[in-house]
């Protein structure tokens, strides 16, 4: 080998790996508790490999709306991403059962079933179809708000026409209550409210908050329905092809974000009960919560016939509280 030659093959090997560029999805502003823990987990993970994987994340859901970004991360497109599991139906059958009413005791048993052998379940299911679930996130516990009266029991909902996200599973929980359900886009439920095309709706108390519906909605009762989680995904190509050191040190990353992320949803939840209820709005507990999930025995049964492997999955989960 030549003097050049080998100088050559020397500066080749003293080079640094190609950096990895990565790209993140995010549907929400910048401030809200899911952008701030994507943020640092982006900082951390090019901090800590040393710009091996350098991370920036797209907020306000500029690279599309989730069904578009679920695709680009699958595919490799789109790096990573924080995604609800609610849409996730359609391509991840499992996580439908993540989308039954009253599924969840609390927000807690939702952390305790998702960080364990369950929700590994949900992530092994994920992995199938090329997403890498590293950590869950929180979005809170929808409850049920209206403009005409405190919902204590079931019988309290009779004919007030809902907003419900489009799933078949909340058009069907709202009309087991007795309720209206009418799936409608969340951009036209403000001026529904106001003008009575809608009695309510539901919802977590950031969304209740910072859309503006308490101004038109008085009373709001924590019926807790819904409690959906969140996943910190990373797109399996982008995964696979990481070293198994920066693996180790992306997982802990997103483990931390989702410490980070349900730490600032608190206490942004807090703050948006603090704002509705300095501004008259009615707050009233669920005293039998029972009575509501009785309700959904047939809502279940629907679901279960449709999906008989999913039962072990869904039995797991009520019995583990």
Not at 74 to 100: H, Y
Not at 288 to 297: I, L, N, R, S, V
Request: hydrophobic share 40%.
């Amino acid at each position: 080998m030549s003097a050049v030659a080998a100088s050559a093959a020397v500066m080749l090997l003293s080079l640094p790996a190609q950096a990895e560029d990565w790209r993140g999805w995010n549907i929400h502003p910048p401030g809200y508790p899911n952008t701030e823990a994507l943020e640092a987990f982006a900082e951390s993970v090019t901090e800590r490999t040393e710009g091996r994987v350098t991370v920036q994340v797209y907020n306000n859901g500029v690279l599309g709306d989730q069904p578009d970004a679920i695709e680009q991360t699958r595919s490799g497109a789109l790096d990573f991403a924080n995604f609800n599991m609610g849409p996730m139906g359609p391509i991840v059958k499992e996580t439908n059962v993540l989308s039954l009413p009253f599924l969840f005791s609390s927000i807690e048993h939702m952390h305790e079933v998702m960080d364990g052998e369950i929700g590994q379940q949900f992530a092994d299911a994920l992995a199938e179809k090329n997403l890498i679930a590293l950590s869950w996130f929180d979005s809170g516990a929808r409850s049920l708000y209206n403009t005409e009266r405190p919902v204590h029991t079931p019988e309290d909902m009779q004919g007030l026409k809902i907003r419900v996200m489009n799933n078949d599973l909340y058009v069907e929980m709202i009309e087991a209550l007795g309720g209206n359900a009418t799936p409608m886009a969340y951009g036209e439920v403000y001026q529904a409210l106001k003008t009575g095309v809608l009695d309510g709706a539901e919802n977590n108390y950031p969304s209740f908050e910072s859309s503006n519906h308490y101004e038109a909605a008085d009373y709001y009762s924590l019926t807790e329905h819904l409690i959906i989680p969140e996943c910190l995904c990373i797109a399996k190509a982008s995964w696979e092809a990481l070293s198994p050191e920066d693996q180790e040190i992306v997982r802990e990353e997103a483990i931390k974000a989702s410490e980070l992320q349900r730490q600032l949803w608190v206490e942004g939840s807090q703050e948006s009960r603090q704002i509705v209820l300095d501004a008259g709005i009615e707050i009233n507990e669920v005293e039998d919560k029972a009575a509501f999930q009785e309700k959904m025995e047939p809502v279940y049964s629907a679901f279960i016939e449709e999906n008989p492997d999913l039962e072990s999955l869904i039995d797991a989960i009520r019995n583990s509280n």
